[in-house]
Antibody, heavy 123, light 112 residues
């Protein structure tokens, strides 16, 4: 059974760095053709893809947020970590991680999702 | 980046009737070497994460009811719910994975 679970702070101060962890089970982060991605969704708004990482350590980032994002994985811990620097109140959103099926270099679709974690940016 | 435009933004359909959602890409997502359209559809019910419905534009994910179908090629795609059920109330998103990943803005489906 594939599961993903997001964890991290509920509240972040403006200008701080957000660190989110996605813990996965039911598959390995070393499985060829699989990976994990991160998304966010501000309240009442559309889904936004942020980044993803594949088993071969291939990484891809949203062009609009690339300068603020870093994605990494710890295969032994079955965890994928996303950091986002210089947080702002507009970054308040539910953050999701999801498993990606690799369909080509840097590309794929997402077939399992975590429940999400709400992050509020406020002083 | 490829821009995905969905229409309509919302629609209300009677139970048992057909719902049709459109998705248009700013450039073709058909890869000529394998003749596959790099497009997926997701369903997001209120308070829940998205769920994969369709990939490769028309392949239904395991466990998805057959009232959901995807069609189209190149730059124009459609998600059809053949007979709307109450549990289908949700926002539906298209996503292309031909280039850097992008999503449509979503279409909200409600009961009339």
């Amino acid at each position: 059974q594939v599961t993903l679970k997001e964890s991290g702070p509920v509240l972040v101060n403006p200008t701080e760095t957000l660190t989110l962890t996605c813990s996965v089970s039911g598959f390995s982060l070393s499985n060829t053709g699989l990976g994990v991605g991160w998304f966010r969704q501000p309240p009442g708004k559309a889904l936004e893809w942020l980044a993803h990482i594949f088993s071969n350590d291939e990484k891809s980032y949203s062009a609009s947020l690339k300068s603020r994002l870093t994605i990494s994985k710890d295969t032994s811990k079955s965890q994928v970590v996303l950091t986002m620097t210089n947080m702002d109140p507009v970054d308040t959103a539910t953050y999701y991680c999801a498993r990606i099926i690799k369909t080509g270099t840097f590309r794929g679709y997402f077939n399992y999702w975590g429940q999400g974690t709400l992050v509020t940016v406020s002083s | 980046d490829i821009v995905m435009t969905q229409s309509p933004d919302s629609l209300a359909v009677s139970l048992g009737e057909r719902a049709t959602i459109n998705c248009k890409s700013s450039q073709s997502v058909l890869y000529s070497s394998n003749n596959k359209n790099y497009l997926a559809w997701y369903q997001q019910k209120p308070g829940q994460p998205p769920k994969l419905l369709i990939y490769w534009a028309s392949t239904r994910e395991s466990g998805v009811p057959d009232r959901f179908s995807g069609s189209g090629s190149g730059t124009e795609f459609t998600l059809t719910i053949s007979s709307l059920q109450a549990e289908d109330v949700a926002v539906y998103y298209c996503q292309q994975y031909f280039g850097p990943l992008t999503f449509g803005g979503g279409t909200k489906v409600e009961i009339k």
